[in-house]
C-alpha cells in the first residue's frame, strides 16, 4: 500500500533546465512547490576533470548516453530503430550537468513555420511573449556573449563578455569574413569572468564531464539554491511511476519509488512535468488507465509522436599549425547562422546553423572525436594522430528537423529501468527535407573550413551519439484534436496538468533549445501565477 | 602480476599492442610504455571482455601458428600485421575494444603526454590560458545588416 503524504499545491516533476526554472519562479512568490527528482545531487568539486583519467569517464560513468552508463538512477532507451542515440543525464541539474552550454535563443520565424513556409504547424505563442523570460532567465543562469547580433532581434546585456575565441574561433571567423558569411561570438551559459559567487571560466576544454570551478550554468548551482532559499522543496532519489486521478478527471498526484524503494504517493492540487522530451511520454503513457486508455492527456494520439533531435553533421577541418585546439569550452566559440532562415532556391525549406565546436584530449582524439571513429592503427597511427592533436577544428551542423508523427517515443514492450518501470524506446528517421539540409550544411561547412585555411575536411554526415535536444512529444497548440497542451502547458484533457519541457516544442527551430525550453518554463510559470 | 591475463597472454598482448601504436621518435610503443597492464584490468572488470579477448588472442595465436609455425611475438612486424588485419575482420568487437582501450591507456600515460609537449595534468584546476580573439571583426558582421526573417 502507497504510503501518504501531506497534498502539496504544487508538485513538479523532475529537477533539470525546465523544472529548476518552474520551481524558482513559483517559490520565489510565496506558492507552495515540491519537485520529485529521481536523481541525486551532483559535487562539482568531485567531477572527473581535477582527475588524471578524466577523458575516459566520457566513454563509461559520465557517458552523455544513459545506456552505456547504465547508472541505477538512469532509465534506459531502447534506440535501435533510431539513427540517433537520446543523450541526458539523471540527477539534480538535469542534462545541464554535461551539456556544453550552448545557448542561443529561438528566432522570431521559429514560432511562425505554418505561416511563413507552409510546414509543420505554428506555435501558439510567440518570440514577443517569450523575450522578457530569455532575459531574465540568462540573469539566474549566466550568459556570456555580446549584443549586436544581426541574426537577432536586440538582447539585453549579456552578463559576461564573450567566451575567449582561441585560435579556432579566430581562424573560423577569418574564413566566415572572406565568404562574407555571418557569423557571432557565441552566447554561451558559461560565464567569463566571477558572477553570482560563481568562478569564471578557465577555458579548461571538457564542459561535457561537469564544471568543477561552476562557471558552467547547470541548475543545480544556480536556479536550485535560490529556489530553495524561497522556499521550494525538492526531493531526491525520488523516482515517479505514474500520475494518478482524482474521480473527475483532475490529477490527484504522483506515484513513486522513494530513496528507499518504498512506494508513496505524493497528492497535488496541480502536477507538472519537466522531465525532457523523453520522459514525460513516457510517463503520460505509463499512467494509462480506464479514462485514458491510450495514456495521459492524449486524446489527441500525439502523445509521443512528433520526436524531434535535430540531426548533427560533423565537419571536422585539420589546420597545418598548431591551434590548441584541445583548450576552451568544447561546444563554445562563435556560431555562424547564414544558412538559419528559408531560402526556397536551395530545395529545401528551413535551414541550419554552424556551431563551431573545438578539439578534444589526446584520448578522445585518438578515438576520433565526434568523427566517423577511431584513427588508424599501425604504422600510421603516430603521424595520423600528430597531424590531427591540437590542429582541428569541428563545425557542428545542426538541422531542423521537422515534426513527423512517425519519429516517436513508445513505450517498449520489454525494457525496464531499476525499479521495474517500463522503459521507453525511440523510433525515428530523417525525411528527404532534413537530408537535403544537411547535405546543404555540410557542403557549406566544407567550403567554410577551406576558406579558413583547412589542409582536409573530414565529414561525419550523421553523428549517432548525437541526441541532446529531446522536442516535440506532447507538443502545445489551440486545437485539443492537434496537440497535447494549450499556450499556457496545460493539459488539453487533464485542467490540472502541466508541461514545461521541450515536449511541448511545436517545431526544433536549428538551435540548442535549452534557452527556449527555460523560456517557455517561465512564461508558463507566470501564467499559472496570474491564472491562481 | 597480471589480473587477468595469463603469461603467456601478456606476452602475446605486449607484441600486438607494439603494432596497434609501433614506437616513433620520443614516443614508446603501446606494448613496451606497459599498456597491457592498463588493459588487463579492464578485461577483469568485464565478464564480456573476457570471454572476447580470451576467443580473441588465441585467435591471433593459432593464425601465427598455423600460417608461420611460429608464435606470434617472433615474427616480422609485417607479418604481425597482416595476421591483426585479419583478426580485425574476424573478431570485430574484440578487435575495436583492443584498439580503443589500447588509445585509451596510450594517451593517458604520462610519457606520452609529455612527448606530446603538455604538462602531464588533468585540465582542472589550471585550465589553459586562451586568446580573447578579434572582437573588432564583428563590426563587419553588423555592416552586413539584419540577418533575421521579419514576422
Redesign the interface.
Known amino acids: 500500500m502507497a504510503g501518504s503524504r501531506d497534498e502539496v499545491d504544487v508538485l513538479v516533476i523532475g529537477a533539470g533546465a525546465s523544472g529548476a526554472a518552474f520551481t524558482w519562479s513559483l517559490a520565489k512568490d510565496g506558492f507552495d512547490v515540491l519537485c520529485l527528482e529521481q536523481g541525486g545531487w551532483m559535487d562539482p568539486s568531485a567531477y572527473t576533470t581535477t582527475h588524471d583519467d578524466w577523458e575516459l569517464h566520457r566513454q563509461t560513468d559520465f557517458s552523455p548516453d544513459p545506456n552505456v552508463r547504465g547508472l541505477d538512477v538512469d532509465y534506459p532507451v531502447n534506440n535501435q530503430d533510431s539513427p540517433i542515440a537520446p543523450l541526458m543525464y539523471n540527477a539534480v541539474g538535469g542534462s545541464t550537468i554535461h551539456w556544453s552550454a550552448h545557448f542561443p535563443r529561438f528566432h522570431p520565424s521559429d514560432f511562425r513555420v505554418r505561416t511563413l513556409d507552409g510546414v509543420a504547424d505554428d506555435w501558439p505563442i510567440n518570440y514577443e511573449q517569450l523575450e522578457p523570460f530569455f532575459d531574465l532567465n540568462d540573469s539566474i543562469m549566466g550568459v556570456s556573449g555580446i549584443t549586436g547580433d544581426p541574426a537577432y532581434p536586440p538582447k539585453s546585456p549579456r552578463q559576461t563578455p564573450p567566451i575567449p575565441f582561441g585560435k579556432v574561433g579566430d581562424t573560423m571567423a577569418a574564413g566566415f569574413e572572406k565568404l562574407g558569411w555571418h557569423w557571432w561570438p557565441s552566447d554561451s551559459a558559461i560565464i567569463s569572468a566571477p558572477f553570482d559567487g560563481r568562478g569564471a571560466c578557465n577555458n579548461c576544454g571538457p564542459c561535457d564531464i561537469g564544471c568543477t570551478r561552476r562557471a558552467k550554468a547547470s541548475t543545480d548551482i544556480n536556479y536550485w539554491p535560490k529556489a530553495i532559499a524561497a522556499g521550494a522543496k525538492l526531493e531526491i532519489s525520488a523516482r515517479v511511476r505514474e500520475i494518478t486521478l482524482n474521480p473527475d478527471g483532475t490529477a490527484r498526484g504522483a506515484i513513486f519509488y522513494d530513496a528507499d524503494g518504498n512506494v508513496q504517493e505524493q497528492r497535488a492540487k496541480n502536477v507538472v512535468l519537466g522531465c525532457n522530451g523523453i520522459g514525460t511520454p513516457r510517463l503520460l503513457l505509463n499512467s494509462a488507465s480506464a479514462m485514458h486508455p491510450d495514456g495521459l492527456s492524449n486524446s489527441s494520439g500525439l502523445v509521443g509522436k512528433n520526436l524531434m533531435f535535430h540531426p548533427y553533421s560533423i565537419v571536422s577541418g585539420i589546420f597545418d599549425e598548431d591551434m590548441e585546439s584541445y583548450a576552451g569550452p568544447n561546444g563554445c566559440s562563435i556560431i555562424s547562422q547564414e544558412f538559419y532562415e528559408t531560402d526556397p532556391s536551395r530545395g529545401f525549406v528551413r535551414g541550419y546553423a554552424f556551431q563551431i565546436a573545438r578539439g578534444a584530449g589526446p584520448v578522445t582524439t585518438a578515438q576520433g572525436g565526434m568523427g566517423a571513429g577511431p584513427i588508424p592503427w599501425g604504422g600510421n597511427h603516430r603521424a595520423s594522430f600528430d597531424r590531427l592533436f591540437g590542429r582541428n577544428a569541428v563545425i557542428a551542423v545542426i538541422g531542423e528537423d521537422l515534426p513527423e508523427l512517425h519519429n516517436q517515443v513508445t513505450i517498449d514492450p520489454e525494457l525496464t529501468d531499476s525499479d521495474g518501470i517500463p522503459a521507453p524506446k525511440v523510433t525515428y528517421t530523417m525525411s528527404d527535407n532534413s537530408i537535403k539540409l544537411m547535405a546543404h550544411g555540410m557542403a557549406r561547412g566544407e567550403e567554410v573550413m577551406t576558406a579558413a585555411g583547412a589542409i582536409d575536411v573530414q565529414i561525419n554526415p550523421l553523428l549517432r551519439r548525437g541526441g541532446w535536444h529531446l522536442l516535440g512529444t506532447a507538443r502545445m497548440g489551440n486545437d485539443p484534436a492537434n496537440s497535447v497542451v494549450d499556450s499556457l502547458g496545460r493539459s488539453h484533457d487533464v485542467k490540472n496538468l502541466f508541461i514545461i519541457d521541450g515536449s511541448v516544442f511545436v517545431t526544433a527551430g536549428a538551435v540548442n533549445p535549452t534557452p527556449t525550453i527555460q523560456a517557455v518554463a517561465l512564461h508558463i510559470a507566470d501564467q499559472f501565477k496570474q491564472n491562481s | 602480476m597480471a589480473q587477468f591475463f595469463s603469461d603467456e597472454q601478456t606476452t602475446l598482448t605486449a607484441s600486438i599492442l607494439n ?4 614506437s ?1 621518435g620520443d ?1 614508446p610503443a603501446a606494448g613496451d610504455l606497459g599498456v597491457g597492464e592498463f588493459l588487463d584490468g579492464v578485461v577483469a572488470g568485464s565478464a564480456e571482455l573476457k570471454r572476447s579477448f580470451t576467443t580473441g588472442l588465441m585467435a591471433v595465436s593459432m593464425a601465427a601458428a598455423s600460417q608461420h609455425s611460429a608464435t606470434f611475438d617472433a615474427l616480422a612486424p609485417d607479418a604481425q ?1 597482416a595476421i ?1 588485419r585479419d583478426v580485425e575482420s574476424s573478431q570485430q568487437e574484440f578487435f ?1 575494444e583492443l ?2 582501450q ?3 591507456g ?3 600515460n604520462t610519457r ?2 609529455e612527448a ?1 609537449g ?1 604538462e602531464a595534468r ?14 573588432d ?2 563590426e ?3 555592416a ?8
Not at chain 2, 603494432?19 to 609501433?22: D, K, N, T, Y
Open positions: 603494432r596497434i601504436v609501433p616513433d614516443f600485421d591483426l575495436s584498439v580503443r589500447t588509445y585509451n596510450y594517451y593517458m606520452v603526454i606530446l603538455l588533468p585540465p582542472q584546476p589550471k585550465g589553459f590560458p586562451l586568446e580573447v580573439g578579434n572582437l571583426l564583428i563587419q558582421v553588423k552586413r545588416g539584419i540577418k533575421y526573417r521579419q514576422v
